[in-house]
């Protein structure tokens, strides 16, 4: 049962021949404690099996809605769900991935009652393939962000920061949410990560994920940094960490590295 006395949530799920989990993750999503959802997916050109076993499931929820498109990637599909949304807050949740039942009700509290911030992520917890404990950092300033994302694409945030920062920057297709948290958070405001584990990632057992491709290719890895590192240059050059920074920081560490042999060869 809905209530109009609390914030409607969009839940926005990226679909792309996942019809082996889909099922999981609207369940999730169902058992959310929190009342005022709706739940928006975005079918990115799978092929006619996997779109036909979207089209069973989505039949036996009426209250879903589901877009297609043609194949755009998940940055187009996450901003079509957006263009469609009715949410005071936004949570985009990939289609093998899982909420716990507070999820919600946890996170909605917190931008509900502390203007200051703009990102809510919770502790996670690895299944399938692998499980255990994934442990997120907390948020402590925008710098370190710029080092490397430790947020989830699973975050909760307002509509409105959303779409005052243009969505997702369709032309990334991995790194996408950190360069929009980094985007999100570059004019002030802070991300908040709740000590609960509310929030299941899947560690797919066929390794073919998005996070499994990066981690097995580094040069893919590189040029993805790269192109977020490019594309924000100017707020990288604003906290030292330039390509100029960075190099030097490399030379003037393999500088130091060398006088310590060189003093360790001394002392024999």
């Known amino acids: 049962m809905q209530t109009n006395q609390q914030p409607l949530v969009s839940v926005m799920i990226p679909y792309y021949n996942c019809g082996k989990y889909i099922a999981e ?17 975005v079918d990115d050109g799978s092929d006619a099996v996997e779109a036909a076993v979207l089209t069973e499931l989505v039949q036996q929820h009426p209250d879903i809605r589901l877009i297609r498109q043609e194949n755009q990637g998940v940055s187009a599909a996450r901003n079509q769900a957006a263009a469609h949304a009715s949410g005071r807050y936004y949570l985009f949740l990939d289609a093998d991935d899982m909420l716990l039942p507070d999820y919600l009700s946890a996170t909605v509290a917190v931008l509900e009652s502390r203007a200051e911030i703009k990102l809510v992520y919770t502790q996670a917890e690895f299944f399938d393939a692998e499980n255990g404990p994934w442990k997120l950092p907390a ?5 370190k962000l710029l080092e490397g994302n430790h947020i989830p694409v699973t975050s909760l945030h307002r509509a409105e920061d959303f779409h005052r920062i243009g969505g997702f920057d369709n032309t990334l297709h991995t790194h996408e949410d950190w360069d929009l948290w980094i985007r999100m958070l570059e004019h002030g405001g802070h991300a908040l990560c709740l000590e609960r ?21 580094k040069n893919c890895m590189k ?16 906290h030292g960490l330039s390509f100029y920074d960075l190099i030097n920081q490399v030379s003037h560490s393999r500088k130091k590295s060398r006088f310590r042999r060189w003093l360790a060869r001394l002392k024999k």
């Open 139 to 143: 948020y402590e300033s925008l710098r």
């Open 223 to 238: 040029e993805s940094w790269q192109n977020v590192y490019i594309k924000n240059s100017s707020l990288f050059c604003r």
């Open 197 to 217: 584990v509310l929030f299941r990632y899947r560690r797919r057992r066929d390794r073919s994920s998005v996070t499994n491709q990066l981690m097995s290719g």
């Open 25 to 41: 993750t609207i369940a999730s999503v169902k058992a959310q404690h929190y009342p005022h959802i709706e739940i928006i997916i």
